[in-house]
């Protein structure tokens, strides 16, 4: 359910994409000059949105990747449970459950916060702390 496609030497530092099904951002986008037989190659470094991997790749400068959806939302934590977390959206208050990352638990979430959660292609994940 991507959002469209984007060409290799388009992919800039800061935007999105999918590599081998991993929704990432683009850190850097090395792109070498086409040489007398043969395209340019762009050199990728990328980094996960939801499990923070570092990733490279190296195309063709003409291979497209897909642009994922994410949708960037405010929500209140109302229990957590071992590794669940159960939130409310706080625009639509729809409540939903979630799994509690490491680095959630490392920013100090607890029941009752208000945080910044991200929807990425179905897999919801906790970015901040408000």
């Given amino acids: 359910m991507a959002r469209g496609l984007i060409s290799a030497t388009a992919a800039r ?21 086409s040489g007398k037989h043969g395209a340019s190659k762009c050199r990728i470094e990328a980094i996960g949105v939801i499990d923070d991997k570092k990733r490279v790749i190296a195309v063709p400068g003409a291979e497209r990747f897909e642009v994922p959806t994410i949708n960037k939302s405010k929500g209140q934590i109302l229990s957590i449970t071992g590794d669940k977390v159960n939130m409310m959206d706080l625009e639509t208050y729809e409540n939903f459950d979630m799994n509690l990352t490491e680095e959630a638990r490392e920013m100090g979430a607890k029941d009752g916060d208000n945080v910044e959660y991200w929807d990425v292609e179905g897999h919801k994940i906790i970015k901040r702390v408000i």
């Fill in 13 to 33: 530092s800061g935007s999105a994409i999918l590599i081998d099904g991993n929704a990432c951002i683009v850190r850097s986008n090395d792109i070498s000059k």
